[in-house]
């Protein structure tokens, strides 16, 4: 079993930035992705940003030029450096991870852009 603790959420200024950070724990073999999804109010759940290991990373459209995702091997952690924050990235956000052939998820943290 994997738990993944996510932390930084908030709110901000449009405009603005946020970092998020996740970190995973437990019995971990072999994570193969990390990364972060979203769910605005009324909306499904979207891929925002993942890294899978040695192939590629992948953003969504709306938060190219934007977003920046990171990996810290060593601590098994994951981060999405946000800036340019619009009222349009209101959400919550999760962290996510494949390890093992199973799919992790974080409880979710709250990020709201608003003015």
């Known amino acids: 079993q994997v738990q993944l603790m996510e932390s930084g959420g908030g709110s901000v200024q449009p405009g603005g930035s946020l970092r998020l950070s996740c970190a995973a724990s437990?019995?971990?073999?072999?994570?193969?992705?990390m990364g972060w999804y979203r769910q605005a109010a009324g909306k499904e759940r979207e891929l925002v940003a993942v890294?899978?290991?040695?192939?590629?990373?992948k953003y969504a459209d709306s938060v190219k030029g934007r977003f920046t995702i990171s990996r810290d091997s060593a601590e098994n952690t994951v981060s999405l450096q946000m800036t340019s924050l619009t009222p349009d990235d209101t959400a919550i956000y999760y962290c996510?991870?494949?390890?093992?052939?199973?799919?992790?998820w974080g409880q979710g943290t709250q990020v709201t852009v608003s003015s």
């Open positions: 996510y991870v494949y390890e093992t052939l199973r799919d992790y």
């Open positions: 437990g019995i971990i073999r072999s994570i193969s992705a």
């Open positions: 890294m899978t290991f040695g192939i590629t990373t």
